[in-house]
């Protein structure tokens, strides 16, 4: 499951208003990679932000009362990977939902206000819930989620900062520490378990994947492991006759590193994931930072894998088809988004000028097209 489309609004009405929203009041449409990129302040890692919130509500982790805003409204649409759509309506002002829908291709699965929740009969279910709580994560009597794929969704975010990896000097204290508790062993703030999981499951395959990933990259490895160190454990790589933990390794072969764990536990397992990175590419040098992106296509293309990236670098730009593009211009109080969704003649068009993919955004072409060229000359 992917989030496919969104629009969304806070504090509407007010003066500190902002939303998301399309090209021409479309939505904002998302495949499994997505390359956002803007100008300075044009909402970026908001959107992040944004995503990263939807994910909280969805799953239950978290409720309005840790909201950024407490009026917002989230328009999104889910798809499957049977092309099955999910649309959701989320509204509420004053930390209290005022609308919350369901639907999957127009038939209703949750209407909020006229208290609808049908099981598999189609019999409805009675239930109650907090008005500072979602109930698309409510639970049966056998705590089972009445929208397992929803709440998975939501369960299944993973967040990096590429430019800063504080996860770096981070040591886990037990490495033996296999319990079954998919929310510690696959979080990113703690590679070393997703590391060992992926080695307990699919052992030779995966660790010869994160090999050839590095190498690739320029990482000349032969080994990888997790041992003790500092009182903790943490990963270590095999350079030629030396050992060199992550405490020691440069921000942008950890990160390196332990992206690469994650796209390679989540390929072999099938799993549903869902990635945000802000300012991917940083702590990378030219040649590697294209390498990266080369790799990140490869294994999230045609996967289970969603993808959302921001960057401000140019090397990374165009390294990414303008096909995996959302561009942000800023309008007023609105982050308004251009993709090959909403805006494909414009983003067909210009392949013709002969430009880089860096250009597309420097020269507003993604705004107006062969208009900006026409401007130009005059």
Not at 31 to 45: E, F, H, M
Not at 88 to 117: C, P, S
Not at 317 to 344: A, C
Request: aromatic share 12%.
């Amino acid at each position: 499951m992917i989030l496919s489309a969104l629009k969304y609004t806070r504090h509407a009405g007010e003066p500190r208003e902002w939303s998301i929203e399309g090209n021409g009041g479309d939505y904002a449409y998302f495949g499994n990679i997505n390359l956002l990129v803007g100008k300075n302040a044009s909402g970026k890692s908001r959107t992040l932000n944004v995503i990263r919130e939807i994910a909280g509500l969805l799953s239950g982790r978290m409720d309005l009362k840790s909201a950024v805003s407490p009026s917002e409204l989230f328009e999104l649409t889910f798809t499957e990977s049977n092309n099955d759509s999910y649309k959701y309506t989320l509204a509420f002002k004053g930390r209290v939902v005022t609308d919350e829908v369901l639907t999957l291709d127009n038939k209703v699965l949750l209407d909020r206000v006229k208290k609808i929740l049908p099981d598999s009969r189609g019999e409805n279910i009675p239930f109650e819930v907090a008005g500072f709580q979602t109930a698309i994560a409510l639970h049966d009597a056998r705590g089972k989620p009445y929208f397992g794929n929803l709440v998975s969704w939501g369960e299944s975010l993973k967040n990096y900062l590429f430019a800063d990896s504080p996860e770096k000097n981070r040591l886990v204290k037990d490495c033996i520490r296999m319990d079954g508790d998919d929310h510690d062993t696959d979080d990113p703030d703690v590679p070393a378990y997703t590391f060992l999981k992926g080695r307990e499951l699919f052992g030779e395959a995966f660790i010869s994947e994160l090999i050839a990933g590095m190498q690739y990259l320029g990482y000349f490895i032969s080994g990888i492991d997790v041992q003790e160190t500092r009182g903790g454990f943490g990963l270590f790589v095999e350079e030629g006759e030396y050992t060199v933990s992550q405490c020691e390794m440069s921000q942008g072969m950890f990160r390196a590193l332990s992206l690469l764990v994650m796209l390679g536990y989540a390929r072999l397992s099938g799993a549903s994931l869902c990635l945000l990175i802000d300012d991917m590419g940083e702590g990378l040098d030219f040649e590697n930072s294209k390498k990266m992106m080369d790799l990140v296509i490869k294994k999230v293309n045609k996967s289970n894998i969603q993808f959302f990236m921001t960057t401000n670098d140019r090397h990374a730009m165009n390294r990414i088809p303008l096909r995996y593009w959302s561009v942000i211009g800023r309008e007023s109080n609105r982050s308004i988004f251009y993709d090959y969704t909403n805006s494909k003649e414009t983003f067909d068009d210009f392949k013709y000028t002969g430009l880089n993919n860096f250009d597309f955004l420097a020269t507003d072409f993604f705004k107006k097209g062969f208009g900006v060229m026409d401007e130009d000359k005059g």
